[in-house]
């Protein structure tokens, strides 16, 4: 039976959505084409129609991500991302989660390919937390530093078993001082 363009593009969307989630959780090697396939509700054969490789998938998986937190984060204040992003629900809830965070030292081993679109969505990230595109100078790196400062913390917090003081305790503790540090700049 011949399948539409249309549903060609629908079944490579969902592999491509079914796969951020499954790395974010997982990381890049902890799920395999077989099983991520079969997440989306597709046959292990059909992979290779839709992408030349795993990282093929991986660098639109990342892109993916990126659109998603793009999406989850878009409209909401400063203080209001920072509370949203340092807190134990975000962390819980990796597969739905911001992409740096989750596979940020996992592309750090990946292919340039995948690097690149990891910068890029870095990039476009920052735009968004600055408020606009060209953000420069003592500026953008306050932006940088709150954004690694947000990243650092869900990184080290995820790290911690879940029932740990301590994965609360790096949440709240960065939370608070991101925020002060925006009060006292305002």
Do not use: W
Request: hydrophobic share 40%.
């Amino acid at each position: 039976m011949k399948v539409s363009k249309e549903q060609v593009r629908e079944n490579r969307q969902r592999i491509v959505e079914t796969a951020s989630a499954l790395f974010r959780e997982r990381g890049f090697d902890g799920v395999g084409v077989a099983e991520l396939m079969s997440a989306a509700g597709l046959t292990h054969g059909g992979f290779y129609k839709h992408f030349a490789s795993k990282t093929d998938l991986m660098a639109e998986a990342v892109s993916c991500g990126f659109v998603q937190a793009a999406d989850i984060s878009g409209g909401t204040g400063r203080e209001e991302f920072v509370e949203r992003y340092l807190s134990r629900q975000h962390r819980d809830a990796m597969g739905s989660g911001c992409v740096m965070s989750a596979l940020g030292t996992d592309t750090a081993r990946q292919p340039d390919s995948v690097k690149a679109l990891f910068a890029e969505g870095i990039e476009k990230h920052l735009a968004r937390l600055g408020g606009e595109e060209g953000v420069e100078g003592s500026r953008r790196a306050d932006i940088i530093d709150t954004l690694a400062h947000l990243v650092g913390a869900m990184v080290l917090s995820r790290a911690c078993p879940d029932d740990s003081a301590l994965a609360d305790e790096i949440l709240d503790v960065c939370r608070a001082r991101i925020l002060n540090e925006g009060n006292s700049e305002a």
